[in-house]
């Protein structure tokens, strides 16, 4: 009995004294079959997973939310499966587009309907809010003119469609000149996206043409070698402004772009790629990956830089890209996780819908809205 105490005690102190790769081989423990299957899934399984969550649910979302998902997941598939939710979006346009044509023209009727406006946006918090409240508390008509009458319209205009009182709606814009909002420092440091589509939308309509104007603005209010004197949240915006001048010119992901007529933005995001990937969000992440393959630079590895980041970021049992606080509720993640399966899932751009070449999506127009002259 004592030797073999003897001997367990040996072989206890000899196994203790084993280096410790030598212990991971006696005793392995390899992860189940499943679980790593499942934790490096593809691109595009994980851009299904995110649609599927969405497309399960979609017409419970707002028109204004459905109409965004749809019309772009359209322009990616051309699928017609999307032809409510692009029709929802087409009624939301019309509804806008009629309410301004009936109550909304006259100088006072806009001056009434602004402050109103910005009465409204002044309850909001956040930095983001107050610096939008500030800056255009000189440019109150701005909420109007900007941010509801040319998205509608330029959005008509996509579709081939516009108003049947258009010229009383081009009557308003030109009363204003649209260079004091696109060139205002204030104004793009708290509008810069919104002023990005605005001034391509106004030379989508063939109104005023201040493109190059809010680029010199936007270069010098944002000059690269200051960017370590913004915060987070201006940091944002500048990168969201990039992004949305290359999104507006593609009129929305509808055509390519040359690389090269916007070499100062993709030169930027490939030599910060690593800055924008820390501090800025999913949205703007997902973006500037966006950027790239509306240029055919699907094998940039700004591409998979940005791809990686949001499958890392993916709620798998949510199935959606959460917010920065982790909710994963349908409505205001659909933004994002719109993004996020088209930068997963690249298929193409297309010019669509558009009336009458893709005529099915145009069944019962909205009242309102009538085709364009030939």
Known sequence: MKTLRFAAV??????????????VQIYPKPAPAAEQQQEFPTYAEDAARIRQTYESQLYKLPAFKMGHYGLRMYRQTLD?????????????????????????????Q????????????????????????????AHPEYYFLGVDLLGAMARANEYGLKHKDDHKLRDIIRRYD??????????????????????????????????????????????????????????????YGMTHILFAASAYYQFQLKESDFQWIYDYFRNNIDTILTHTKEDVIAEVGISFLLAGKTADPVVEKTRL?????????????????????????????????????WRSVNAAPVYPKHRSMFTNLPYGLIPQSP
């Open 110 to 137: 806009i001056k009434a309907y602004s402050e109103a406006r910005a009465a409204r946006y002044s309850l909001k918090s956040g930095a983001r809010s107050e610096l939008r409240y500030l800056a255009t508390q």
């Open 178 to 239: 649209f260079s004091r909002y696109a060139t205002d420092p204030a104004m793009i440091r708290a509008w810069a996206a919104q002023l990005a589509n605005q001034v391509y939308w106004l030379r989508q309509l063939g109104e005023q043409d201040v493109v190059d104007p809010f680029i010199r603005a936007f270069r010098a209010t944002y000059p690269d070698a200051l960017d370590s004197q913004l915060d987070e949240q201006q940091y944002m915006n500048k990168i």
């Open 309 to 345: 980041a949001i499958q890392k970021s993916i709620n798998r049992d949510a199935g959606m890209v959460p917010s920065e606080q982790g909710e994963t509720e349908l409505y205001d993640g659909e933004h994002r996780n719109t993004l996020a399966i088209m930068l997963l899932d």
């Open 10 to 23: 040996y072989i206890l102190i000899a196994l203790l004294s084993l280096p410790a790769w030598s212990a």
């Open 80 to 108: 017609p499966k999307y032809q409510s939710a692009v029709w929802a979006d087409m009624a939301r346009v019309a509804d806008r587009l009629n309410e301004v044509s009936d109550a909304i023209y006259t100088p006072a």
